[in-house]
C-alpha cells in the first residue's frame, strides 16, 4: 500500500494547476514585460491570475503581489511594516511563539537590528489568549503577525478578533495563511487582516510560487531590487506559468472547499479516535479549533524518527514535529510551546491525509501506526523505565 499523509509539507498538483500552466511553458512563453503580443498574453493571464486570487480572498487586484511562495510573503510583509515602524521609532512587534520559521526567523534579524519581540504563548491547545495579544500591545508597536493554522498541529487561531484588536489600536495586522489557504475559509475584508501570505504548493499547485496580499495604503518594500514587476514591489520576470496555475488551483480548492472539509474532518476524526486508544499517547492541539486534515500525536517513549522510516517501510508517508532533517536534535518548538517536554516532543507524529484516503487506508494507518509504536517501545531503554515505574508517565 502507499498512503501519502503529509499534505501540511506539500500537495500533488491537481491536474487543473497542470493543465492550465501547460500553454505558458510552452507557445504562450513571451516575457510579460514585453511590447508584442506573446508578451502581452502572458501579461494578461499574470492580471487574470490576480484578479482570481483577489476575488477569492475578497481583496482588490492590486493588493496582490506574487513571490517565490510562503517565505518570502511572509518576510516581505514583516521586514515592509518593520521598515514603515522604523521611521516612526516603533520598534515592537508582537506574534506568537508557534509561527513558521519563515516569521520566527525574520523576527531574529529584526530583534538584532534593535526591534523588541514580544512572542505570545499558545497554551496547551495550541491557540493564542486574545486578551493576552491586547495586553501585550505597547505604544510602539508596530506589526502584529499571527499564523491563521498552525502547519505542525493545526490549530485555527482567532483571527478576526485579532484583526479587530489590531484595527482598533491601528497597528498593521499580517497573518501566514499558508495552511489556511484553499482549505478554510479565508476573507481580508472580515477578517481585518492588512497582510497575507499564501503558498501554491500548499493548495495543490505549483511549488516555488505564492503571493502576498497587502492592504492599500500600506506601502510594501521590495525585497529585490530589479525591474519594474509588480509595479516595483517585487522584481523579476514573473513566473507566469506558476502563477496561472497558482490561481487555478486556488480556485478549484475553493470551490470544492466545503465538501473536501467534510470528507477530510471525518478522516482526521477516524485517525484521531484510532490513534488515541494507544495507550500513553495524547493529541497536540485543540480537538475541534484545527485544520481538517490535521491529525498531531505525540507517544511516549519513542523517538518520531524511528517511527517516520517503519511508517515509510509500510508505504506511508507521514511527518514529524522534530527536526531531524535541519540536523540538529532539538525537539520542535512548536511542540515545546504546548506544554510538551522534550521526551515527549521527540515522539511525535503529524498526519495529514488527503481527501481521497479510503476506509481501508484510514484503518492500515491505524494498525500501522501501533505495530510500530509497540515495536519501537520493545527496546526503548525511557519505555522500560516507564513501565517499570522508575520515572513516571506524563501522558
Ligand atoms: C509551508 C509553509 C510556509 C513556507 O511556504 P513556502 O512556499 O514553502 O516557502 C510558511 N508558513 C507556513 C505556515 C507553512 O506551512
Redesign the pocket.
Known sequence: MKIYADN?ATTKMSRTAIEAMLPYLDEIYGNPSSLYSDGQRAKEAIEAAREEIAKVINADPREIIFTS????A?NQAILSAAAIGRKSGKLHIISTSIE?H?VLHTLKKLEKEGFQITLLPAHENGIVRTHELEAAIREDTCLVTV?TA??EIGTIQPIREIGEICRKHKIPFHT?A??AMGHIKVDVVGDNIDML?A?A??FHGPKGV?FLYVKKGIRPSSLIEGGAQERGRRAGTENVAGIVAMAAALKESVDHMESSAAKLTSIRDRLIEGLSKIPHSALNGDREKRLPSNVSFCFEGIEGEALLLLLDDKGIAASSGSACTSGSLDPSHVLLAIGRVHDVAHGSLRLTPGEDTTDEEVEYIIRSVKEVVDYLRGFSPVWRDLSSGKIKHIL
Open positions: 501540511a511562495g510562503g517565505s518570502e511572509d513558521h519563515a499564523m498552525n502547519n501566514d499558508v495552511q501570505s503558498s504548493h500548499k505564492g
